[in-house]
């Protein structure tokens, strides 16, 4: 057996060569090691304002499995939600039913009166206390209230169902009634208490009220002011109106600006007054990320973009301009788009618009915006590059350092 015998020098020697490789071999391996793991938490935990463009548009699976839609903007598609949104107006939904004057209900207190030729039938009859009939022969009757089957009585005419008829229509059927026993009679029927044709009024109002209707016939306007005005701004405040199975909203200075909104009233209609800003939420790579209250009539996509401070130019992708919206089944209907709509008959869409297309901007002045949209611009592909590469420069750049420094240890 053979031993290697070194002396004191060579051995120094051969001890700082190792202890300089394990140095090295330590710094290369730890240098790895942290970059491969940066790499991977930059990847996974980049910070983001929400999805990409392409994360949106390139998610079919995901979108087709809730039923929403992604419809890219033209100005087709514009036109015909517009049209869809001119078909909710008053004028197309409620049509006003002519009416030739007052319809008795049950409930209504009429009075009737009727004339004579001598000899009279009701001549010398004594109707009650300062009620008889007298040498011009004119008998009026004690008023009475309709009844529940919508009738009254009238002495030798019997019993008359006056209910849904007009005055004129009461007083023909007396005088038919009357025929062969009164001489030559002429009835007339006044309503002395209304209170079968009226419409109710209620909200944010001065007072509630309930309306009778005149002759007049009576509108929109005309509830309003019986009710003394609203109490919020008239440019934030909602009438809603309901008639029958019939429920349609519009903002009260819409009304107030197209005379033909203002729409006649009918018995039973209820009025409902309601302060109801409207909104839209802003995300993404905008001037501000919050709720922007915005006044009726609804506001374009260009007047939205400017209020919540445009695009920032270092990070928003202006061709991921994006509209989150619950639409109506007939507004998609008219754009000829397939669609699957929820138990309340509306529909989640989103709406994508190009910015860098110079036409997107006439697109964006005509297409308005609702209440709870959620406007979202997301970011450009560069700009989470650019997050990724700072992360790792922050993460790594520290760690080269430290490496540095091991080999003077």
């Not at 729409?263 to 209820?270: A, G, K």
Request: net charge positive; hydrophobic share 40%; proline share 6%.
């Amino acid at each position: 057996m053979h031993y290697l015998q070194l002396d004191k020098p060579r051995y120094s020697g051969l001890k700082e060569n190792l202890s300089r490789q394990c140095r090295r071999i330590t710094s290369r391996s730890l240098l790895a090691a942290l970059t491969l793991t940066t790499l991977a938490g930059c990847t996974a935990l980049s910070p983001s304002a929400g999805p990409t463009a392409g994360e949106i548009t390139n998610a079919p699976n995901s979108l087709r499995l809730k039923n929403i839609k992604v419809i890219d903007l033209n100005d087709s598609i514009v036109s015909q939600l517009s049209l869809a949104q001119a078909q909710t107006l008053f004028s197309n939904t409620f049509r006003s039913i002519a009416q030739s004057g007052n319809v008795i209900g049950a409930g209504d207190v009429i009075e009737v009166s009727i004339w004579e030729v001598p000899p009279a039938l009701f001549s010398g009859l004594s109707l009650g206390p300062g009620i008889v009939s007298g040498a011009s022969h004119v008998t009026t009757f004690p008023v009475q209230v309709v009844n529940y089957e919508g009738t009254i009585n009238i002495p030798f005419a019997g019993e008359i169902h006056v209910a849904g008829r007009t005055l004129k229509q009461i007083e023909s059927e007396i005088v038919f009634r009357l025929k062969g026993k009164a001489n030559q009679p002429q009835v007339l029927v006044r309503t002395v208490s209304n209170n079968s044709t009226n419409v109710t009024v209620v909200g944010d109002v001065a007072k509630s009220v309930r309306m009778p209707l005149t002759a007049k016939r009576e509108r929109l306007l005309d509830a309003l002011a019986a009710a003394g005005g609203v109490r919020q701004p008239v440019n934030k405040t909602t009438l809603q109106l309901t008639r029958g199975s019939k429920v349609q909203s519009m903002p009260l200075d819409m009304i107030i600006r197209d005379p033909k909104q203002n729409i006649t009233l009918l018995p039973d209609d209820i009025i409902t007054f309601s302060f109801q800003p409207l909104s839209f939420t802003a995300l993404g790579a905008t001037g501000k990320n919050e709720e922007v209250n915005f006044e009726a009539p609804n506001i374009s996509l260009a007047q939205a973009l400017a209020r919540s401070g445009g695009l920032i130019d270092s990070r928003a992708d202006a061709r991921g301009v994006f509209i989150f919206r619950y639409e109506t089944s007939h507004a998609l209907e008219l754009t000829g788009q397939q669609f699957s709509p929820t138990p309340d008959g509306m529909v989640p869409v989103i709406y994508r618009v190009n910015i860098k297309d110079p036409a997107s901007f006439f697109i964006a002045q005509n297409f308005k915006m609702h209440n709870k949209d959620i406007l979202y611009i997301s970011n450009a592909p560069t700009a989470d590059f650019q997050k990724f590469l700072n992360m790792v420069v922050s993460i790594v750049y520290p760690v080269v350092n430290v490496i540095n420094v091991i080999p003077k240890l």
